[in-house]
């Protein structure tokens, strides 16, 4: 109790201190929220992809992963043969191909302009995706019928619904919607999906497909099907669990470098403390020399100076687990807009752990940056400090 109204007889510089732990110990969190979120949802995103394999065309492999995962323009196209030389592989669970196209379109984002995402497709799109289900309508009634299915948030951003009409701006096309998905949690949701025979009629990509998604019936023989696949001209194959991989360690990478700047914060913090709590012994010099004088032992002042320091530090890491609640969203968007790729869903998941492992982290700060100061301010000698006071 003594120890905490010390602290707030200062309780400008108090502040300031606690301050900068609590700084400190919301980036801490943010990062170790981070580290457990985007694991978490880029797991999702692959998973529910529903492949492990996926054939592009040659070019770099893992570019052409990220495109096909966020989508995007700028994808290499292969010969549907190649669709057809694979398809009765016995290895072969399930195949299915696309194509992926993007178009500008001047109207989204009331009036900024923005791509839109198409995806042509045939039925076994669903087989490889059970999860995904029909919020309203069905599936296209002729394999080059001119109707699309909207993703959830395609549909939501563009307010359709079945039997609305829906125009590709640039190729002066109309298409009916006939679907809508429910909401899945992946970049699907964004996506306008249409027969993979019209899509290459209307985006004149004729015979031409952006990629074969493959689920091997034993992912065991995943080395020897790969092997097997660079014998087809023009192709490459990329392990879904090999971009996850990469991903995760270019991340690892960024994230290095971001922990370096945040431990840098945090003994930037214990400076700050330990310079507060020494100027507070510095001028309370005469104030603890008449402690000493009326009976305060050495132990009583340095746990009440130690003690004030815990006080602070403990303080400023409740303040910054706090901060790093209330402020998840906001990092999360910041993340998002920097990242060259960022899975759908919640990228910085803050846990009970990652709370209370920064709490106690703040504690251990403060009993460690409490020993200088209490260690000079229980040595005073009474006399001498009543006397510097006078």
């Known amino acids: 109790m003594i120890a905490y109204k010390n602290l707030k007889r200062r ?8 301050g900068g732990v609590a700084i400190a110990v919301a980036v801490l969190v943010s990062l170790l929220g981070f580290s457990e979120g985007y694991k978490k949802a880029l797991t999702s995103d692959i998973d529910k992809m529903g ?5 592009t065309a040659k070019g770099c492999p893992y570019e052409a992963a990220t495109l096909m995962l966020k989508g995007g323009g700028g994808l290499r196209y292969m010969e549907q043969d190649v669709f057809n030389s694979i398809a009765n592989d016995e290895r072969i669970d399930k195949l299915t191909p696309q194509l992926i196209h993007t178009i500008f379109d001047p109207e989204r984002l009331e009036g900024q302009g923005g791509f839109a995402m ?37 549909a939501e951003l563009e307010q359709r619904s ?49 990629g074969i998604g493959i689920k091997l019936k034993n992912i065991e023989e995943l080395g020897q099907f790969e092997e097997d696949m660079y014998a087809v001209p023009g192709t490459q194959v990329i392990s879904m669990a090999q971009v996850k991989g990469t991903l995760l360690n270019l991340v690892s990478s960024a994230k290095i470098l971001v922990t370096s700047v945040a431990v840098i914060a945090v003994f930037v913090a214990a400076i700050g403390v330990v310079n507060t709590i020494l100027m507070s012994v510095f001028e309370r010099t005469q104030e603890i020399g008449v402690m000493k004088a009326i009976g305060a032992s050495k132990l009583d002042i340095f746990r009440l100076i130690w003690m004030e320091t815990v006080i602070m530090c403990a303080l400023g890491g409740l303040v910054g ?5 209330l402020g998840g969203k906001v990092v999360e968007r910041i993340v ?28 251990l700060l403060g009993l460690f940056a409490g020993i200088y ?18």
């Open 11 to 18: 309780k400008l510089r108090s502040s300031f201190t606690i």
């Open 51 to 55: 492949y492990q394999i996926l054939v």
């Open 118 to 154: 198409y995806i042509g497709i045939q039925k076994s799109y669903l087989e490889l995706k059970p999860w995904t289900k029909f919020k309203s309508g069905a599936w296209f009634t002729r394999d080059d019928a001119d109707e699309v299915i909207m993703g959830f948030e395609a």
């Open 162 to 210: 079945v039997g609305n009409k829906i125009f590709i701006p640039g190729i002066e096309k109309i298409l009916t919607v006939v679907g809508v998905f429910e909401r899945t949690g992946t970049q699907d949701d964004g996506v306008i999906f249409l027969p993979l025979k019209s899509a290459q009629t209307i985006f004149a990509l004729k015979d031409k497909i952006s």
């Open 321 to 325: 687990d706090i901060g790093a609640l």
């Open 336 to 363: 998002k807009s920097l990242l060259p790729y960022a899975p759908e869903g919640q990228i910085v998941l803050i846990t009970p752990t990652a709370l209370l492992i920064s709490l106690v982290g703040a504690i």
């Open 373 to 390: 100061p209490a260690f000079r301010a229980s040595s005073m000698r009474p006399i001498e400090a009543i006397r510097s006071g006078e």
